[in-house]
Structures are given as C-alpha cells and as structure tokens.
C-alpha cells in the first residue's frame, strides 16, 4: 500500500509539470501574439511568420517528448502498485491462518486452565484447613494450659489472626471457631492478669507498699524488686497483646501511650482501698464539709511514691513499649487516683454538697488546687485522656448548672458586700491618711507619683479582682464551649451588677454649677471605678483564656452547642431568689442575639445607639477610645465595655454641659458688649475682663476635676468642655455679629486666651480642642485681599465641590470648614 501512494504521488507530479509546461506555451503564445501585433506595425510580417513556424514545431517536439517521458514513469508506477497489492493479499491469507492456529490453541490451553483454577482452590482449602489445625492446635494448648505464659498466649493470637485473615480473603471458615478461640483467649488473659496481680501484690506487701504515716519508708529488697518488675513487665505485655487481640487504638498521634495501664492499677489498687476506708462510711475521717482531707490524701498518695514509680516501675514499662511510644507511669498514676478514687468519692458525695452552693464552692475551690498542684508538681496536662479532679463537675449538664449558680451567688455576696462596704469609695490616699493621722492634702501629697492606682476607690480594684478569680476558674475546663459558656454565665453577670451600681451612684451624686468638694470627689470616683474596669476589660482580651471568645463564631457555635433554652431556665431555677429577674433578663438577651437572623447583623442602627463604642455623643460626637486611642473591639466583655463607657461618656457629657453653661453665664456680659459694637471698637492688647473671668472659673474646675481622675480620663472631659465653649461661641457671637477688621483682630485676640487657657490641659502640643472654632476665628481675621482672593478662587469651583473642599484643606489648611461657611464669614466682614 505504501508503494501504491508512492506511485500515485508520482503521477500527480508529473500532471503538475506537464500543466507548468503548458501554462509556460501559453505565455510563450502571447509573447508572439505581441510580437506579430509589433511587426505587422513595422510591415515585418513575413520574416515574422517564419520564426513563428520553427518555433511551434520546436514546442510541438518538446511536448511529445515529455508526453512519452509522462507515460513511461506511470506505467512503472503501476507495476509498482499491482506489485505492492499483491504482497499485501499474501499478508492477509497469512493473518487468518495466525488467527486460525491461535483459536486452536485456545482450545487445547482451556482445559489446562481449568485445572490450575481447581488447584488454586483446593491450595486455598488446604491452606484453611492448616491455618484452622493450627488454631485448633493452639486452643488445645491453651485449654489445657493451667497457668498460660505470655508466649503461649501470643502465639494463639497470632493463629487467631491468621485465621482471621482467611476468613476475611477467602470468606471461608466457621465464626463459631474464631469466637470460640476469642473466648479462648480472652479467659487466659483474665487468669494470666490475675497471678500476675497477685505476684505484684506479694511484692508489695513484702515492700510494705503503699507508704503512710506509721509507715514512712518501703522495705526495699534486690530480690523483691527483681520479682516486682518481672511482673511489672509481664503484665504489660499481657496488655499489649489484649489490645492487640481486641484491635484498641492505645497510643495517640503524638506517640503517647493513653490506655490505663494494668501494671499502674495494680500498685494504686492498694493506695485506693485505704482512700475507701478512710472517706466512705460512718468514719470521723469521711466529712464532706472537709475537701481538704482527701484532696490532701491523693496528692500525698502521688508525692509519697513518685520516686518508687520512676526508679523501678518505669524501666519496666518503658523496656515493653516500642521505642516510638511515650509513657509517663507517674502521669498515669496520678490518672488512676484521680479518676478511681477521687471521682468516685464525688460521685458518693454529690446528693448531700449539691444541697449547698457553700459545699459546691468550698469542694472546687480545693479541686482546683489540686489540679494546679498535680499540674506543676508532677506535669499533670489535663486533656480529654486525662481528666482532671474538676471535670467531674462539668462532666454533666446538671452538675455544671449547680456550678455556675454556686460561683455566681457566691460572686454577687462578694460583690454586694464589697460595694456596701463603709471603705468602699475610700483610695489609697484616705486608708493612708486614716491610719497615720494625717489630712489627705498631706497624704496626697506624701503619696503622689505612686501611680494611678492610689486615686482609684478600692471597690474598683475589688470587683476587677473578684472578676479576675471567678474567670481563673473556668481554667479548669478543658472543653472550650464548656469555658466560654461558664465565662458568660459567672462574669457577665457580675458586671451588669456593677454597671448597674456605677448607674446609682453616679446619678445620685448632685453636680451644679457649683458642686461640693464632697459631690466632685464622689463622682470622680464612680467615673475611675468604670474606666479601670473597662479598661481592665479590654486588657483581659489577650489572655489564653479570653482569646477564644473574641470571635463571633466561637461565641456562637458555644452558645448553641452547649446551651439551650431548658438549660438556661434550669440555672436561673437555681439562682438564689431575688436575683432571678436580673438573671433572667440577661439569659434571654444573650440567647436573643445569638439566635438572631445573620443577615440582621449589618442593619443600620438608629443615630445615638451604643455600638462598638459609639456612644451618640451630644457634644463634639468623639469616639469612646482607650488609653491608647484605640476604639473598644469585639469580644466575650464588647457589651459590658459598652455600657461602661456609655456610664462614663454620659458622665462627661453630663459635667461638661454644667461646666460650659456656667461659663456662658459668667462670658454673658462679654457676648453682649461684642453683639453691640465694642468688639469693632476695642484696642486693649488684653482680653475682655468678662471673658478672663469666665476662663478662670472654668480653668479652676478643670484643674479640680482632673486632679481627682485617673489620667486616661482627663481628655475626654477637656475635649468635650471644650467643644462645648467653642460652640459657644459660634451661637452667641460669629452667628449672629458683623465684624470690622479691628473687630475681628480684638477676637483673634479673644480666641487665643481662650485656646492659651486650654493648651495647659492639652496631651500634645498639637492638640485638635477648638479646631472648627480655630479655623472660623482665622478666616475671619484674614485680610481683605486674602478673603476676597479665596472667595474667588472658591466660586470658580463652583461645580466642582471636590476641588473646592481640596483647596481649603490642602491649600489654606481649613480641614473642618465648607464653602458655605466661608461665604458666611467673608459676608459678616463689615469692610467687603
């Protein structure tokens, strides 16, 4: 076939060349057609039709040349053609007869098949009948085994396993057999298990384990020890092949060995049946009113034999495990006793310490210790392998319930006592000048520059203490929901207690225009009490603890997967009576906010509301920030941080509003006098007299103010004092005055007294106080040239705010002004 191409390919070429030849005749026949057209002109016709003549004959010799040439390649290449078919015919006859002999040694190789499939099964039978003569072997020998040895036992599981494995691959065999050997199997072990507890017991009765008070040291023998950890070794051995046998998953990801360990339970059995006698029955020892003593007992029990356990027990644990498995027998042993012994002792208790929220508290207070003690004495990391003494109390819903209301009454006592208390408003300055007799203007100022702190009332301190401790204990917790949901349940409501007792205190406290010392020092005090607190807060955010709750969704997968309705119902049943409503209405509104729509998250909020800091502030609209400057952020605490600073801004805006009414009562003369013309008319270089003594009273009320808050608090009272006298100002006087340029030079004048009086309050030199007021007063004091000139320049960009607002800010520095208000200032100018 591939010839016959070749061939046709060939005569293609040629039918090209001869077509080439051809078009070439044609362009020849037109050169002589303008040749004869040339001398038929010139009357050379006849010489002309000679040379025509000889040259057609020579063309018509060429073309029958190439025609004979033409049809002797194509009659090769059709040789060729016939040639290459019938090679090809030879191929296909020798292609079926290949087919043929294949097909008949399919048949002759078929049978032969079947006898290879039929050997492979009878292999296969075979191979199950030895892999079950062999179990039945090794049940035989284990059956008549009185006292099978590790290695007898090892041996029938590893026949078991293969016997297993046959029925699996092949599903062949009897289940009957392979439960049978199981049963087997698992009956050596219990007596193995058994002789070798009772080997390690007479060891330890020669050791005279366990060590107590009228026995401090273990009778310690080479001979003994030797015994011991033979034993020790064989047991766990023996329960490496349970565990093997019973397909158990005994070592984490990490490599640590987690499976209590039969060889650790064997020397703690002992340790606990002295823990039963002594704290169950009708014994003086068993008081349930006494958590102490037992929690003592167990980690005496640790401590006395911690030594014994890595020297001896150690080595022969570690030599079974592979070289990959961690185990740690002390951690183990502190596990057993933690959970055989002490749990169980809870468990007897529980019906007589759940009648009282005392005993509850009482009871954690010293579970607590002692985790922390078993934590940092002996590496004890509490996890879900290895529970710690507390997670018996969070172990179900209902006993976590009991938790929470018992810490939380008891919270609100503490707190109630605290906030009644006569001391409670006292700082450190009026305990120092109580017990050493002297005035607080001398223990102020004996005690300045210790800190803020010493100007803070001490409940403040108090109730961020008392906070501190009951969120310490949801430490305790290894499941996050479980923290989260104890964090909201104790805490948010012992805030929303304080935040409702700053509320009553601070609008009990009567503020005038001229308050008492008494009335100022008090209301500065609430103030210091809800900024330490908030800020308190906000600090606590970094801490492990708090860290899991700052993001909406930790709080909401916590809330729905650990809490319910129901159970909120049930733990305000157990809150003590009168704190009920309280509670209730702070249950519902958590459970409100959580079950809320998504999409509802991002609905615009009415104008003034409380979110994320913004308070609607009435004067200035400044952000709540802390000390840093930095707005309130999300968080377990966003809502009390809120309400605290909501208290506090209320607070300033409340002062200040007092603060600058009584400044413009005290400036009313100095409006009045401007209103009338003597502005315009003024040539003193000082200030109006009614205007210094209206900065006096509010820089003498400052300067009392601030000296009794905290420091963090100062700018917010300065800056909303003075946004309230700067628009003060703009009310009484540039809104409804014209000024001449001397009029407006005497209240440049004016302005810098007032923003000279403020600067001493200022944090920075470049303080942002007045700044709208700032700008008015400049643009008012501006040549006329320089007004004209950028009210023209302004009216140019008359279609182009953007431009307009970019050349006040960046040209003139007017970042706070509009256009309108530049005409308006250039319109009150007497002399444009």
Known sequence: MAALDEALLGLRAQDEGVGVGL?????????????????????????????????????????????????????????????????????????????????????????????????????????????????????????????????????????????????????????????????????????????????????????????????????????????????????????????????????????????????????????????????????????????????????????????????????????????????????????????????????????????????????????????????????????????????????????????????????????????????????????????????????????????????LPECAGFVVTLIDSVGGRADALHDMHARVLYLRMTQLPLLEDFAVELERRAAAVELHEEPSQTSLILWCRVLNAGVHVRQSLSAWEDLPRYAETTSFRANLGALTESMDTNLAEEMLRDTAKGKTNALRGLMRGILGRVRRPLQQKGAARPAGSMTNGSYGSSVGGDELVDEEGNPASGGIFRMQRDRLGGLVEAQVARFADILVRRFSDAARPYFRSCREGAMNRAESPLPHPGLADALAIVSDQLLRTLSELVASAHQQIVRRVANGIGAAFQHELLDVSRFSPAGATALERDARAVFDTFARFARRPDNRYFRSFKERVHVLSLPAHALKSLRQALRSFANEPREAARLLEEGHGLASLSVSDVEFLAAVRTDL
């Open 23 to 455: 078009e070439a005749s044609e362009q020849d026949d037109e050169a002589l057609a303008d040749v004869l057209a040339s001398a038929l002109a010139e009357g050379r016709l006849e010489g002309l039709r000679a040379e025509l003549a000889a040259e057609r004959a020579a063309l018509e010799e060429a073309l029958e040349r190439r025609a004979s040439s033409h049809e002797t390649r194509t009659q090769e290449a059709l040789q060729r053609s016939r040639a290459t078919v019938r090679k090809l015919e030879g191929v296909e006859i020798d292609a079926d007869a290949l087919m043929k002999r294949a097909a008949q040694e399919s048949e002759r190789v078929r049978p032969l098949s079947q006898q290879v499939d039929a050997s492979l099964t009878e292999l296969a039978a075979l191979a199950n009948a030895r892999a079950y003569a062999q179990s039945m072997i090794a049940l035989k020998r284990l059956d008549a085994s009185e006292e099978p040895s590790e290695d007898e036992i090892a041996i029938a599981c590893d026949a078991l396993s293969a016997y297993r494995g046959f029925l699996s691959h092949l599903r062949q065999g009897d289940l009957h057999i392979a439960k049978q050997f199981t049963s087997s199997i698992e009956r050596a072990i219990r007596a193995r298990r058994a002789a070798l507890r009772a080997t390690i017991q007479n060891s330890l009765d020669d050791l005279r384990w366990p060590v107590t008070a009228s026995n401090e040291e273990l009778r310690v023998s080479p001979t003994t020890l030797a015994t011991m950890q033979s034993a020790l070794a064989s047991l766990v051995r023996l329960q490496l092949l349970h565990l093997k046998q019973t397909r158990m998953q005994a070592v984490s990801i990490s490599g640590e060995f987690e499976t209590e360990i039969w060889a650790v339970r064997a020397l703690a059995r002992p340790i606990l049946q002295r823990f039963a006698y002594h704290f169950s029955g009708p014994r003086s020892t068993n008081r349930i009113d006494k958590p102490d003593w037992y929690h003592h007992f167990i980690l005496d029990a640790v401590k006395d034999h911690a030594g014994f356990l890595a020297d001896t027990v150690q080595p022969a644990v570690e030599q079974c495990m592979a070289p990959e498995t961690f185990v740690d027998v002390i951690v183990h042993f502190v596990r057993c006793l933690v959970v055989s012994g002490l749990h169980r002792h809870y468990e007897a208790i529980w019906p007589f310490v759940e009648q009282s929220n005392a005993l509850i508290c009482g009871t954690l207070d010293e579970s607590i210790a002692l985790t922390e003690q078993l934590t940092a004495l002996f590496g004890y990391q509490v996890g879900s392998s290895w529970p710690a003494p507390t997670s018996f109390f969070a172990a179900t819903e209902t006993r976590f319930i009991k938790w929470m209301s018992a810490d939380l009454e008891f919270g609100r006592r503490k707190l109630e006592a605290l906030l009644r208390a006569d001391t409670a408003w006292n700082t450190v300055l009026d305990t120092i000048a109580q017990t050493e007799g002297k005035s607080s203007d001398l223990a102020s100022s004996s005690f300045r520059g210790a800190g803020e702190p010493s100007w």
